[in-house]
């Protein structure tokens, strides 16, 4: 009797209580779950201050430089750093904060070289988000080089600086190097308007490049290093800080360990 008892489902507002603390633990876990995918843009990012100040520093100075009457040259920066460390997420995040602040004196295009048929298609990108066409490499280049060098000129460049995020530049690197070359090229004119983040993976690429590319991107750098073991474990736990009482301090710490000694990529923190 006593031990049947206990088998009896709950009634009135004990069950009612259970079910709905229940239901609440899952709620938060799909809720974390999502703080934690890789598609999620936190609202800041710790531990990359630094290089943040750097980047936003840069498209300021550069914006600023396209209104004067005196400078109109744009520049380049080399940003590098393995897979997994924000190299990209920093640069979207300024951009994102830049624009919600009401700075509107810039026209921003991301074109991704792992998604280009071949390298010489970045000027087809880059001319279709200017302009609207869809033209072939050729054609493009010619446009482009047109646009930069003041031999045209289109009524979108007027107050408004060109700043192109070229990411996984690497990809794009090949044997005449002439579509690396023409990009790092043009912002040198004093009549292009435009500035060139370029991001790369792999910490060589200077080295393979024609020293005319390389010079360009000597002159401002930023280096992403690895996260460490603290790193993974802020940047977690901020995105957690509304359900920190789902997971134990020792689990997050043993997956920070973890990815630090293998990679220092937070995507993999971040999945396990």
């Not at 750098?221 to 789902?246: G, M, N, S, W």
């Not at 920070?256 to 937070?266: E, F, I, Q, Y």
Request: aromatic share 6%.
């Amino acid at each position: 009797g006593h031990f049947g008892a206990k088998l009896q489902p709950s009634t009135g507002d004990v069950a009612n209580d259970k079910f709905s603390s229940l239901g609440t633990v899952e709620n938060d876990i799909i809720k974390a779950s999502r703080a934690l995918s890789l598609a999620t843009i936190p609202e800041y990012m710790p531990c990359r201050e630094e290089q943040q100040e750097q980047i936003e520093d840069f498209m300021r100075n550069a914006i600023a430089s396209s209104s004067s009457s005196r400078n109109k040259a744009g520049k380049c920066l080399y940003i590098s750093g393995i897979p997994g460390t924000g190299k990209t997420a920093c640069v979207m995040d300024i951009v994102r904060n830049m624009t919600q602040n009401g700075n509107r004196n810039f026209h921003f295009i991301e074109i991704n070289g792992l998604q280009l048929p071949s390298p010489m298609h970045v000027y087809s990108k880059l001319c279709e988000a200017l302009t609207g066409e869809t033209v072939g490499p050729s054609t493009a280049m010619m446009a482009l080089e047109d646009l930069f060098t003041g031999k045209s000129q289109k009524e979108f460049m007027h107050g408004h600086h060109i700043i192109v995020l070229l990411d996984e530049m690497d990809s794009i690197v090949n044997k005449s190097q002439k579509a690396l070359y023409n990009l790092f090229d043009w912002p040198s004119n004093p009549s292009s308007n435009l500035s060139i983040i370029g991001i790369a993976n792999t910490m060589d690429l200077p080295e393979r490049l024609h020293p005319r590319i390389a010079s360009r991107l000597a002159a401002n750098k930023v280096v992403f290093h690895p996260y460490q073991k603290d790193d993974l474990q802020t940047i977690v736990q901020a995105r957690l800080e509304a359900f920190d009482t789902l997971f134990e301090d020792a689990a997050l710490q043993y997956a920070a360990r973890k990815v630090a000694n293998c990679s220092g990529d937070l995507r993999r923190c971040l999945e396990l």
